[in-house]
């Protein structure tokens, strides 16, 4: 794979009519080196965020040697990377799946929010005991930018019967919350531990894991959350407050860890007033930028002739390349007043949900790939500049 200093520097050689995946590893190394250090607990990276085999392997040279896994797909591959522990922590899981994660992939970290999913884990694995079992809660999302309280979490007094009935079936037992995807402020995780706490309590059994899920955010245009740090003092705060200590803390980070490791180069095919018409879209690599899923803004910046050139912004929304009407990105994207047909634009933070949720609709989907060894555009690692002050 081709590398360069810049998006800037890749447009003076070359002018590509497909969208560009930038890549970034070095950056996914530096959010997990940081997580890694700062995280009060196991650091499980969360794989359906990213599936690009270099930033597995920027990742894992970091030091993550735990995996949140979802399918076989993910758990081939990751099982194979040595030292690797892998939780298979999706809610609702195929009787198949269990069994064979179990008997040929050595899974023995297991999720479930219902007594018929208890039941088919046991079965599944041949009744042993050697199992780990979290019961996964239902914690309020309101202050996260896509809400994921819908579909999974026991209510408390169903996870109370859960967290007994896990106990006789399992040699350790855990509880897990998820407080929403891009959680913008840390006292949703006080919160969800103020849950956790009274469950624990009120079944009356030894509970020896908190698992809090993802949720932590990475950097966005009207979506950018106080620095990561803030977090990890409230969870430990959480802990102290609460009576948790003897309870070992786990996290799911997927977007925190890997937001900042791809960027897209997309290119202007028109201009209609204050709407840009792209070469990618909703069903490409922008799909959190959708209106239908909260509408993330990403960080945006004009390249024309080999340079980034500035000026006067205005607000700008952005409509994808297929011939769906709902492929609209309605941002605010802040690009150069002058923007025109022809001009690429460089959008951050695309590697969280990028490059995993794009499809062939319409016959669109292919992407050139490239090396870039500047720094993201939006940071929550990176330390400000002598004599700036951080935007946290």
Known sequence: ????????????????????????????????EWMLA??????????????????QRALYEAGVRCFDVTSLSEIEAYAPLPGAELYLMHPVKSRALIARAYSEFGVRRFSLDTESELSKIVEETGRRKDVHLHVRLAVPNEDSV??????????????????RLARDAAEHVGVAFHVGSQ?????????????AADVIAEAGVPVDSIDVGGGFPARHPQA???????????????????GLEECMLLSEPGRALVAESESLLVKVLSRRSDSLYINDGIYG???????IYGGLAYPARRLRDGQELGGATKEFALWGTSCDSIDYMPGPFHLPADIAEGDYIELGQLGAYGRVSASRFNGYGLYDEVLLEDDPMMSMYAPAPLGAVANY
């Open 1 to 32: 794979m081709d590398s360069y200093a810049s998006a800037a520097a890749l447009l003076r050689e070359t002018s590509p009519e497909r969208p560009v995946r930038c890549m970034r590893p070095h950056a996914a190394k530096r959010a997990a």
């Open 38 to 55: 700062n995280f009060p607990g196991k650091v499980l990276y969360a794989v359906k965020a990213n599936d690009s085999t270099r930033i």
């Open 146 to 163: 896509i809400r994921l309280d819908r579909k999974f979490g026991a209510a408390p007094t169903d996870a109370v019967h859960l967290l």
């Open 183 to 195: 959680a913008l402020a840390p006292e949703s995780y006080a919160r969800a531990m103020k849950v």
């Open 224 to 242: 950018d959350p106080p620095h990561l740090s803030l977090y990890m003092d409230t969870l430990r705060e959480s802990v102290a407050r609460l």
């Open 285 to 291: 690599c922008l799909f959190e930028g959708a209106k």
